[in-house]
């Protein structure tokens, strides 16, 4: 098994920057994407970032390109997503989350955290 524990949420003004970690412990040998995704109240949860093990591979979500910054230091099995220009729209919980390839879907993720509030005001 693999546990992610995702920190550093919290309450920012709109046009301020977080950095969320997300820490990997257990079997991660399985593990060679990590991603971030994001549920607001009401809504579906959505794809954020995605980062390869050797980090040579990124994606983003349109809504966060330019402004978001996803990566990762294997040594410590640790991810990062920089979060830059915080919009009151980027309110949500933010879950971390592992899989065995590069992957945009969620149910493509087999390891889940338990999520951290990201809360923008404007």
């Known amino acids: 098994q693999v546990q992610l524990v995702e920190s550093g949420g919290g309450l920012v003004q709109a046009g301020g920057s977080l950095r969320l970690s997300c820490a990997a412990s257990?079997?991660?040998?399985?593990?060679?994407?990590m991603g971030w995704f994001r549920q607001a109240p009401g809504k579906e949860r959505e794809f954020v970032a995605f980062?390869?093990?050797?980090?040579?591979?990124?994606w983003y979500a349109n809504s966060v390109k330019g402004r978001f910054t996803i990566s990762r230091d294997n040594a410590k099995n640790t991810v990062y997503l920089q979060m830059n220009s915080l919009k009151p729209e980027d309110t949500a919980v933010y879950y971390c989350?592992?899989?065995?390839?590069?992957?945009?879907?969620?149910?493509?993720?087999?390891?889940w955290g338990q999520g951290t509030q990201v809360t923008v005001s404007s």
């Open positions: 989350a592992g899989a065995g390839t590069n992957a945009v879907t969620a149910t493509r993720y087999d390891y």
């Open positions: 257990g079997r991660t040998s399985g593990v060679y994407a």
């Open positions: 980062i390869s093990w050797s980090g040579g591979s990124t």
